[in-house]
């Protein structure tokens, strides 16, 4: 997971200050301390983490904050709307053009992902904003560049202007447009050159290719593994071509997070965008709150919900919820939530949204939990459907079948049987006491 080790300090730092009855003000100065490190360490541009941490600690020793009833969740709730705010406050949105189409320009060093980013998020905006894409091949000095562009927009079914690599970008993206108004287009994403370093001769030509082409966003891209060099590089692009906002991406390396930490404050433009791997559907809009908030530990439920919608059937959802609150719950049905919540995406990324999971990752044997799931999903295939509605049946010849069958022993089928009947139990009582408290009827 990005930020990985900067979480893990953080959360060490939160977990000492979290439960105090009472804080001081040399508490917070030792937080502020410790806070100040972790953000270096995960290279974070010094002058944002001087600024960052004055903040903390002069809102920290604020009198409402050590007086109140929880000094030690205002603090942690001071740390939040700060680390918030220094990804930029509010989550900012797409500006699409009134008139179409709407142009985005994709700038940055080569290998950041420009390309990829294009063609995702030309994949994205024609999904959530219904629109018709076209992508103009407008590197004409990376040799594979252009061949990339095409590929991704065969996959995606999205068409690419190009007119090969021997005729001057300003003139192909110039023609390009023309191409998107005659096949009415109302999106038109331009991929740009990139080179190894800033240099004058790209500045121009992205100069010229900004005027021809009257962009609604100039997105500049930046590689999050390259720490805080992407903000110098920020820095030069927003003062030539003034930037609308930037995509991260290959946030789902292990990333330090000092680039995404410090390109706001220091450019003062947003990440609108964050790409989460190779994949086309890797991208995820920025939402500022929901990440300070996964980095502390505090779970990314809303992104979690999202997810969970995106891939939940919602009738098969209902169906489920009955099945739960009469106690008819079977091994089978198990076993379809189970698929339920793989669907989502591996495991370890979901914990990483979940409140509290900073406690479990220590362990940091999330594959050997993967492979556990396997087995349970092995043994219960392995069932009959006799046995799958009525686990009550399965003695020890049953037992032994089954093991053999999904290549467990008996004491992991044992295992498997009393978690199942605890959880029934465990509804059992649950459903029970909802129904006292509203006198039998649970429904509304
Ligand atoms: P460009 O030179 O800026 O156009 O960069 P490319 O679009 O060719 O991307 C460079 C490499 O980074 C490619 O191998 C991409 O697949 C990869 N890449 C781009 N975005 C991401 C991302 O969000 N996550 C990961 N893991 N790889 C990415």
């Not at 991260?248 to 997070?257: A, V, Y």
């Not at 049905?333 to 591996?346: A, H, T």
């Amino acid at each position: 997971m990005a930020f990985e080790s900067l979480a893990d300090r953080l959360q060490a730092t939160m977990k000492k200050i979290r439960g105090k009855g009472k804080v001081s003000e040399a508490d917070v100065k030792q937080m502020a301390r410790e806070v100040r490190l972790a953000l270096l360490e995960a290279d974070v541009n010094f002058k944002v983490v001087k600024s960052f941490v004055k903040r903390i600690q002069e809102r920290a020793v604020g009198q409402d904050v050590l007086k109140s009833l929880t000094p030690g969740q205002q603090v942690i709730k001071v740390v939040q709307e700060e680390l918030t705010e220094l990804m930029g406050g509010e989550q900012t949105r797409l500006n699409l053009a009134l008139k179409p189409p709407t142009v985005i320009l994709f700038v940055g060093l080569q290998g950041a992902g420009k390309t990829t980013s294009a063609a995702k998020l030309a994949n994205y905006i024609r999904k959530m904003h219904n629109k018709k894409p076209l992508m103009i091949a407008a590197d004409i000095y990376r040799p594979a560049a252009i061949k990339q562009l095409q590929t991704l927009g065969s996959q995606l079914s999205i068409p690419v202007f190009s007119l090969g690599d021997q005729i001057n970008p300003v003139e192909i993206v110039r023609q390009g447009l023309e191409q998107a108004s005659a096949d009415h287009n109302d999106l038109v994403m331009i991929d740009t050159a990139g080179r190894l370093h800033v240099d004058d001769a790209l500045m121009d030509e992205l100069e010229q290719i900004k005027a021809v082409s009257h962009p609604d966003e100039i997105f500049l891209v930046v590689d999050a593994m390259t720490g805080q060099d992407a903000v110098n590089v920020a820095n030069t692009f927003n003062e030539r071509l003034d930037l609308t906002g930037v995509i991260m991406t290959k946030l789902d390396g292990d990333t330090r997070g000092g680039a995404a930490l410090s390109i706001r404050s220091v450019t003062g433009k947003p990440i609108k965008f964050v790409g989460m791997g190779e994949k086309m559907d890797a991208l995820e809009p920025f939402h500022p709150d929901r990440m300070a908030s996964r980095i502390l530990g505090m779970g990314d439920v809303l992104s979690l919900i999202e997810k969970a919608q995106a891939s939940v059937d919602e009738e098969r959802a209902k169906e489920m919820e009955q099945k739960l609150r009469s106690v008819s719950f079977t091994l089978d049905d198990f076993l379809e939530q189970i698929g339920q919540i793989r669907k989502m995406g591996p495991l370890q990324d979901l914990l990483s949204m979940m409140p509290g999971a900073g406690k479990l990752k220590g362990m940091k044997n999330m594959q050997i939990d993967e492979k556990k799931i396997d087995q349970v999903e092995a043994m219960i295939r392995s069932m009959t459907p006799l046995e799958k509605n009525d686990p009550e049946v399965i003695n020890a010849s049953r037992k032994k079948r089954i093991a053999l069958g999904s290549g467990t022993s008996i004491a992991d089928v044992n295992r498997l049987l009393k978690q199942f009947k605890d959880m029934k139990k465990m509804m059992k009582q649950f459903m029970g006491k909802t129904k006292g408290k509203k006198r039998g009827n649970p429904f509304n």
